[in-house]
């Protein structure tokens, strides 16, 4: 069997900078959401209705755009980050393995395909604007307040369940490796060690 530190897709050093920046991530996102969560119960009625619609909506579509702008930094990892923690699963003890671990890459794979899907539907969005279209005019900034709003929930399930690749990538560090050499057996007392010939 391989050992887990061969199997790493890529540079150790480049693993640990997506790690880092998966990180900040949940943390900028959490830190985001806290602050909507505010906004959200301080400015609704009993029945959830916010006071005032046009207001809520443009606190909503920040929102949106701020956790967009957190994930940008890792997304370019975020699929090798994947892979990997997929290949360490494969090849680390069960008992060192959490059950939740292989639910919650499934749900990091699915948001993660939806937000690459989403941004190439922006990207054929932007390419058909009118030409003067750029950010500060409505049309720009209207469309890409709808591809926010449309990749807010895949961004929060990353949120949510990255820190498990995290939590992956810490378990395979510290699991024994397969081809790891096999202790040293002590020679028993009063017998001497056969000399090689």
Same mark, same amino acid.
């Given at each position: 069997?391989?050992?887990?530190? =061969?199997?790493?897709?890529?540079?150790?050093?480049?693993?640990?900078?997506? &790690?880092?920046?998966?990180?900040?991530?949940?943390?900028?996102?959490?830190?985001?959401?806290?602050?909507?969560?505010?906004?959200?119960?301080?400015?609704?009625?009993?029945? *959830?209705?916010?006071?005032?619609?046009?207001? $809520?909506?443009?606190?909503?579509?920040?929102?949106?755009? #701020?956790? %967009?702008?957190?994930?940008? !930094?890792?997304? @370019?990892?975020?699929?090798?980050?994947?892979?990997?923690? *997929?290949?360490?699963?494969?090849? =680390?003890?069960?008992?060192?393995?959490?059950?939740?671990?292989? $639910?919650?890459?499934?749900? &990091?794979?699915? %948001?993660?395909?939806?937000?690459?899907?989403?941004?190439?539907?922006? =990207?054929?969005?932007? #390419?058909?604007? !009118? &030409?003067?279209?750029?950010? *500060?005019?409505?049309?720009?900034?209207?469309?890409? +307040?709808? $591809?926010?709003?449309? @990749?807010?929930?895949?961004?929060?399930?990353?949120?949510?369940?990255?820190?498990?690749?995290?939590?992956? +990538? %810490?378990?395979?560090?510290? +699991? !024994?490796?397969?081809?790891?050499?096999?202790? +040293?057996?002590? %020679?028993? !007392? *009063?017998?001497? @060690?056969?000399?090689?010939?």
């Amino acid at each position: 069997m391989i050992p887990i530190g =061969l199997l790493i897709t890529f540079d150790r050093f480049v693993h640990n900078q997506f &790690l880092k920046q998966l990180d900040a991530f949940v943390h900028d996102s959490k830190q985001i959401l806290d602050a909507w969560n505010l906004y959200s119960d301080t400015h609704t009625d009993l029945d *959830g209705w916010p006071e005032d619609p046009h207001a $809520y909506g443009l606190r909503q579509s920040q929102r949106d755009s #701020d956790t %967009a702008r957190a994930f940008e !930094p890792l997304h @370019a990892g975020a699929r090798r980050l994947l892979t990997t923690a *997929g290949i360490q699963l494969s090849v =680390l003890p069960l008992s060192a393995v959490q059950s939740r671990w292989v $639910y919650q890459v499934s749900i &990091l794979t699915s %948001a993660l395909d939806r937000l690459d899907n989403l941004h190439e539907q922006w =990207l054929r969005t932007r #390419d058909t604007l !009118p &030409l003067n279209s750029g950010p *500060g005019t409505p049309d720009y900034d209207d469309a890409l +307040a709808e $591809y926010h709003a449309d @990749a807010w929930s895949s961004l929060d399930d990353w949120a949510t369940h990255g820190l498990a690749l995290s939590e992956i +990538a %810490a378990a395979a560090r510290t +699991a !024994p490796s397969p081809l790891a050499p096999a202790p +040293a057996v002590a %020679a028993t !007392p *009063g017998k001497r @060690a056969a000399a090689g010939r």
